[in-house]
């Protein structure tokens, strides 16, 4: 993924400097998530909504290390036109926010969809683009980006779809492309190409896996998983020390997700619970995943029937 700039100078000026993207993808052995593409915003929500276009670049991918895979590493990056000041109060000009990842949490493939889910650390700044300079608004929010590529062709689309949201720290929502009700949805996006490929080995065999590259415990994490052994449902209570997003995510033993079971914003000091009913699932271990704000935590259930 390279940085890019155009301004015109010569017979022909401009005042605005947009920095853009250019993506340069081949199949990964290990998987990886790649694309350059618009987001609507027809449904955008948060302190920073936009409004026209997006424009969302990721090239985020796994290495391979003879037949083992690797942590995920890559960058994503989100160029919004907003006319909220950071505060979220409306203004009458247009403020540029640039969003980038810092660090990876997690990069989820499901290859029967040609899905993908990538959470990690961001830092949000407003940019000037008359000057270049930038100043700093937040730093190591939520980012959770989830992607589908329903074009194969690898040309330019307006039919895979993107969902993207940026958490503030202090609470609430930075960015939401389409926000739908209490959560965020993909959407179809506006012009681009979304590439995701799930590729674990070299000879080409699909699988979906997650692997995490940054896994802190939650310290003194009010979380209770039960029965353990579960059959006709698992139960997941928790409380969260901050206002901020929590997903609770379920995969089997070869790292495929199975299911998430929880996707929302939580309070804080706010107890929560959601249960997850087994179907079409087969006896044996099942790895459960905790997300909350940037903190990772995972378990160990086993399922009997």
């Known amino acids: 993924m390279f940085d890019i700039g155009v301004l015109i100078t010569g017979n022909y000026t401009s005042g605005n400097f947009i920095p853009g993207v250019i993506t340069i993808t081949k199949p990964k052995p290990g998987g990886l998530i790649a694309g350059s593409t618009l987001l609507c915003n027809s449904n955008s929500a948060g302190y920073v909504k936009g409004f026209g276009r ?45 969003i980038k990842s810092n660090a990876i949490a997690s990069l989820d493939f499901t290859t029967l969809t040609n899905s993908a889910t990538f959470s990690g650390k961001a830092n949000i700044s407003e940019i000037d683009l008359i000057t270049g300079t930038s100043t700093p608004v937040d730093g190591n929010c939520m980012m ?75 310290e003194k994490a009010d979380l209770h998983v039960y029965p353990n052994p579960f059959s006709d449902k698992l139960r997941f209570e928790f409380l969260s020390p901050t206002d901020t997003y929590a997903r609770i995510l379920l995969y089997d033993i070869s790292g495929s997700l199975i299911q998430t079971i929880f996707d929302n914003e939580v309070k804080a000091g706010v107890n929560y619970h959601v249960d997850f009913v087994p179907s079409n699932i087969s006896n044996g271990m099942y790895i459960y995943r905790l997300i909350i704000g940037t903190k990772v935590l995972n378990g160990k259930v086993i399922y009997t029937k």
């Not at 890559?74 to 907003?82: F, H, Y």
């Not at 930075?174 to 949805?185: A, D, G, P």
């Open 54 to 98: 997006s424009n969302l670049n990721f090239s985020v991918e796994y290495g391979m290390k003879g037949k083992s895979v690797s942590n995920p590493k890559g960058k994503v990056s989100l160029l919004v036109a907003s006319h909220n000041k950071p505060d979220g109060t409306v203004d009458k000009r247009v403020h540029w926010y640039s």
């Open 144 to 218: 959770v980006l989830d992607l589908k590529d329903i074009d194969l062709s690898g040309k330019f689309n307006f039919i895979d779809l993107a969902g993207i949201t940026i958490q503030r720290n202090g609470g609430g929502l930075w960015y939401s492309n389409n926000w739908v009700n209490t959560k965020n949805e993909m959407a179809q996006i506006c012009g681009g190409d979304i590439t995701v490929t799930g590729t674990r080995s070299e000879t080409g065999n699909d699988k979906r896996y997650a692997i995490s590259e940054i896994s802190p415990i939650i």
